[in-house]
């Protein structure tokens, strides 16, 4: 990796996704003067789960999956958090994704802890049978370890509403007949006819979108003619440009695990997403926009960059080089801490992950809450909702970043940690 400051070029290690939330974490808990007990506390994870499974394969052949699942804190509530099916799944990562849920969804002001896991597999290599049998194998080696009022995963990459269905018939089969029904909150992110939330699946881009609004708002501008790129066009990107455009604003260069496209003159978000659907979820070769490299999408001139697909995108390599005024988060700590010190300098405003993206867990909480109570809520109830939610969150943290003249991360870093430790000093720590 270069960096490249007055004129010196200068080599850095990659930073991992445990180095990068480490030292977040470290950074707010020094300005709120975090106690230390709690400081240790948090700074460990509460359960680490590694299962070796076997799946007959459609071939006849056995193969062996390692699967994981991290349960990092759990002092507000239940371990929340999704479960990805991708090559990079490992302790590692599940361990700095689990630490992001919990300072998530302390900070949406839900009774959540935080877990994360997945599977170390390319999906993509394995048939549609193949997928359901993993799945409800993993499910199976993780039943004592899940729950739908201990640990209740939802989906991420490469997983999906089909994926949830499997899991939730599978772990309710293992229960005993009169229990099976009362678990269907076991996970969510279900389809809507098996007890998923209505809007479930545009929660998160929702989300994104709406903390771009705020943002505007506060800054006194319109999003109308507003550039902007997506890197990552699977549900996130997709819903995140879908309302974008809505409001008047162009995507001009979005990115996929496959290809990089842009169009100056704006790319039609519904004929990209119908053009990626017929074309098995890809964006190459899409006839009204040109295929750039890889490496120039962040350098292309735009008012707002939405990362939208894995970690460590935005690095110290091309943080220098980025045009936008704004990055909103829409994956899980897409902008290493090399990166975002160069944004930051620059004067590059960054809403962080764990406000940015929180749509999805905020939804996930009300079908949560939905099956808990045997209720059915409507489209445009949970919309409302959900604009709320994000709207308080949005507000605290913005607030709390002017006040003490600090980044919004930062800012909403201090405010997750602060809900969590009252808990501990009203509680105390066993024994």
Request: aromatic share 10%; proline share 5%.
């Amino acid at each position: 990796m270069t960096v490249i400051a007055k004129g010196k070029t200068k080599k850095l290690p990659l930073r991992g996704m445990m180095d990068n939330v480490m030292e977040q974490f470290n950074s707010a808990a020094d300005h709120i003067n975090l106690h230390p007990n709690i400081r240790k506390i948090l700074s460990i994870t509460n359960n680490e789960i590694i299962v070796h499974f076997p799946v007959k394969m459609d071939n006849g052949d056995v193969e062996i999956f390692t699967g994981y699942r991290v349960q990092h804190n759990n002092a507000l509530g239940p371990y929340k958090g999704g479960l990805r099916y991708h090559p990079t799944v490992d302790i590692d990562a599940a361990r700095a994704l689990a630490m992001w849920m919990t300072w998530k969804t302390s900070l949406a002001g839900l009774p959540y802890g935080g877990g994360k896991g997945g599977i170390q597999l390319d999906p993509s290599k394995y048939s549609p049978s193949e997928l359901e049998r993993i799945t409800r194998r993993f499910t199976f080696a993780l039943a004592d370890n899940i729950g739908p009022e201990h640990d209740i995963p939802a989906p991420d990459v490469n997983t999906n509403s089909q994926t949830m269905a499997w899991m939730a018939d599978t772990y309710m089969s293992t229960r005993p007949p009169a229990e099976r029904t009362a678990n269907q909150h076991v996970v969510t992110g279900k389809p809507d006819g098996s007890g998923g939330l209505e809007g479930r699946d545009r929660a998160t881009g929702y989300g994104v979108f709406l903390t771009i609004k705020f943002w505007a708002h506060k800054s006194a501008e319109s999003l109308k003619d507003k550039r902007f790129i997506v890197q990552g066009f699977g549900n996130v990107g997709y819903w995140a440009a879908h309302f974008l455009e809505k409001e008047g604003a162009h995507l001009v260069a979005v990115q996929d695990a496959y290809g990089t496209l842009h169009n100056d003159d704006g790319i039609k978000v519904e004929d990209l997403y119908n053009y990626s659907i017929a074309n098995k979820g890809s964006i190459v070769d899409f006839p009204e926009a040109k295929a750039i490299p890889k490496a120039d999408f962040y350098t292309t001139d735009c008012d707002i960059c939405i990362p939208a697909a894995l970690g460590n995108q935005i690095t110290s390599e091309n943080a220098l080089y980025i045009k936008a005024r704004l990055i909103a988060e829409g994956a899980n700590g897409p902008t290493n801490v090399d990166g975002e010190k160069i944004l930051l300098e620059k004067g590059v405003t960054i809403i962080p992950d764990i406000l940015c993206n929180s749509g999805g867990v905020i939804g996930s909480y009300f079908e949560w809450l939905q099956n808990r109570n045997g209720e059915l809520w409507q489209l445009d109830e949970v919309m409302i909702k959900l604009e709320k939610k994000m709207r308080e969150s949005f507000n605290k943290v913005y607030t709390f970043s002017e006040s003490e003249a600090m980044d919004m991360r930062t800012a909403a870093y201090c405010i997750a940690i602060k809900r969590i430790e009252k808990a501990y000093v009203q509680r105390g720590i066993f024994p």
